[in-house]
């Protein structure tokens, strides 16, 4: 069974940085697809950042791209999210999540449905 656990949310002003951590209970290559999501109550879950592994291709939202960058490191089994130039609208619940068996195809923003483990969430809020 696999197990993600998110550290790293707390309240920063607008224009901070964050960085989020997802660390994973096996190897980060047990999975195929990794991936942050962010949700605000009452909304839908959003896809921020998914990466597929056997290849790194990494796709960012584009209302992160070039502020949010998602890195892993293999000897800590831990995959990041750095937040920089947060905006009051980042302000969500950050989610992990893996799909050990997600195909390329299935490993997108919209593809929470290909992802078996989810982790319990970190809180992020940005204050203007």
């Known amino acids: 069974q696999l197990q993600l656990v998110e550290s790293g949310g707390g309240s920063v002003q607008a224009g901070g940085s964050l960085r989020l951590s997802c660390q994973v209970s096996?190897?980060?290559?047990?999975?195929?697809?990794m991936g942050w999501f962010r949700q605000v109550p009452g909304k839908e879950r959003e896809g921020v950042a998914v990466i597929y592994l056997p290849i790194h291709s990494t796709v960012y939202a584009d209302s992160v791209k070039g502020r949010f960058t998602l890195s892993q490191d293999n000897a800590k089994n831990t995959m990041y999210l750095q937040m920089n130039s947060l905006k009051p609208e980042d302000t969500a619940m950050y989610y992990c999540a893996a799909g050990r068996w997600t195909g390329y195809s299935s490993c997108t923003l919209a593809g929470e449905s290909g992802l078996d483990y989810w982790g319990q969430g970190t809180q992020v809020t940005v204050s203007s």
């Open positions: 096996t190897s980060i290559y047990a999975s195929r697809c």
